[in-house]
T-cell receptor, first 111, second 119 residues
Framework: AQSVTQLGSHVSVSEGALVLLRCNYS??????LFWYVQYPNQGLQLLLK??????LVKGINGFEAEFKKSETSFHLTKPSAHMSDAAEYFC?????????FGAGTRLTVKP | GAVVSQHPSRVICKSGTSVKIECRSL??????MFWYRQFPKQSLMLMAT?????????EQGVEKDKFLINHASLTLSTLTVTSAHPEDSSFYIC???????????????FGEGSRLTVL
């Protein structure tokens, strides 16, 4: 069965610390992979996407993610957290025209 | 970039009434649109897939007579919550697929969401 799992429903970091949000997928065929961010009462904004080009993908707001086929992972990182990064983050996978979302990870940034 | 607009962003209605939410692709043609429901502090739950000019495909457990979806044109899909009840209160989000872009990478473009409150 094809699925996506986000480890950790809630991650808390201090401002300036490393952000690491985990995402693993389960699929026999490598999917397209996405990270979206959602602020309260808003839709989803694309942070970055992997579409079978470079395995290290750079996105907006200083985020990046690395596709590791051997680990079936697509973890999201940012070297230094900012207060404005506090939001809900969703990992998503797609096999063309069917997108499935992880459960989401709420990122809290402490001053 | 591709822009998807949803309207209204917030709506409050009385129990028993019907509410329509619109989802428009502003700068591209969307042959497929998706409707999601999101409960507080939870992920997006796919409700249905809407293809232009044909009947929507509903996910298991979603009542098609309760949630009417129409996709009459390549830029507009509507979700109508019929005879709304308090348990229908939720955040509804639409997304659209731009198959006319350079290769279909499966990326979806999302609307801003619509918060429905049924009193």
């Amino acid at each position: 069965a094809q699925s996506v799992t986000q480890l950790g429903s809630h991650v808390s970091v201090s401002e300036g610390a490393l952000v690491l949000l985990r995402c693993n997928y389960s699929s026999s065929v490598p999917p397209y992979l996405f990270w979206y961010v959602q602020y309260p009462n808003q839709g989803l904004q694309l942070l970055l996407k992997y579409t079978s080009a470079a395995t290290l993908v750079k996105g907006i707001n200083g985020f990046e993610a690395e596709f590791k086929k051997s680990e079936t992972s697509f973890h999201l990182t940012k070297p230094s957290a900012h207060m404005s990064d506090a939001a809900e983050y969703f990992c998503a996978v797609s096999w063309g025209n069917d997108m499935r979302f992880g459960a989401g990870t709420r990122l809290t940034v402490k001053p | 970039g591709a822009v998807v607009s949803q309207h209204p962003s917030r709506v409050i209605c009385k129990s028993g009434t019907s509410v329509k939410i619109e989802c428009r692709s502003l700068d591209f043609q969307a042959t497929t649109m998706f409707w999601y429901r999101q409960f507080p502090k939870q992920s997006l739950m796919l409700m249905a897939t809407s293809n232009e000019g044909s009947k929507a495909t509903y996910e298991q457990g979603v009542e098609k007579d309760k949630f009417l979806i129409n996709h009459a044109s390549l830029t507009l899909s509507t979700l109508t919550v019929t005879s709304a009840h308090p348990e229908d209160s939720s955040f509804y989000i639409c997304s659209a697929s731009n198959l006319a872009g350079a290769g279909n990478t499966g990326e979806l473009f999302f609307g801003e969401g619509s918060r429905l409150t049924v009193l």
